[in-house]
């Protein structure tokens, strides 16, 4: 095989209690890429269709991250990357993410799959590192593996995989504006009080244990952070407004997605999902602001081919 198409999903990362360690995979919002073998032994992205984005391999995190596989592999094959790109960068959707996940997944699928999963992991981020000058993993892995993904450990890395209770659904708005993560990140105090963190380190175990248990009030219940979103949030219009509106209409519960500005409401059920989006259309529509609206399952299957 020489030519192969993938769909690669976005994500969203943080889950307001797991900044930088969790994410999870969406199953109906994402781009599309082909990617074919060329004789020419070098990675050139040969079409962007959807946004205006870098042309030059090295600038662009699919191509970094390709060239990180490649150079892993000692292999001095080329490639030709295509991206219909349907998730708008600086979103908070994971778009670099998608882009360096689907590119990794379909070149290593053309060698034959040296790597698992897993271990492409580390080569993906390699365009997350281009995109945001932090080479994290919330994004990348869950839009490779599906699910819930857990970062454990950076150095070294181990990602592990949680189970997804079967009547999750999201809602996501993105208001058209656009927050570079390089610059939210900039935002973000390094040093945090110890009560702020033991509430932290409570609401992450407790989301993981809501996970195995399909306990989906506790699930809402552990949707909580002090840490980052206080200091996010001012950069997201009417957040408080919108979260309030989200759990009065039955939402487990509400946060920023990624860096921003997308914020998500996690609930239970189609129904319940379909109130607060209609809800949250309606008010976002009244304040006059340009804007998308997903509603999406949770995927178990992240990158996929076409």
Known sequence: MKEIKVFAPATVANLSCGFDVLGCCLDNVGDEMIIRENDLNEVRITKITG????????????????KSLLTRLGSDKGFDIEIDKKILPGSGIGSSAASSAGAVYAVNYLLGEPYTLKELIPFAMAGEMLASG??????????????????????????????????LKMVILHPLIEIKTRDSRSIIKQNVSL?????????LGAFVSALYSNDYELLGRSLKDEIVEPVRSILIPYFSELQKLSKEEGALGFG???SGPSVFALCKGEKVAEKVRDSIQNFYCKKGIDFNLHLSGISNEGVKIL
């Open 134 to 167: 932090n080479a994290h993993a919330d994004n990348v892995a869950p839009a490779l593996l599906g699910g819930f993904s857990l970062i454990r450990s950076y150095e070294p890395l181990e990602v592990i995989s949680l189970p997804v209770p079967p009547d």
């Open 256 to 258: 920023i997605s990624g």
């Open 195 to 203: 009560r702020n963190a033991i509430s932290q380190w409570g609401n």
């Open 51 to 66: 946004q205006d984005l870098p042309m030059e391999a090295d600038k662009n995190v699919a191509g970094v991250a390709v």
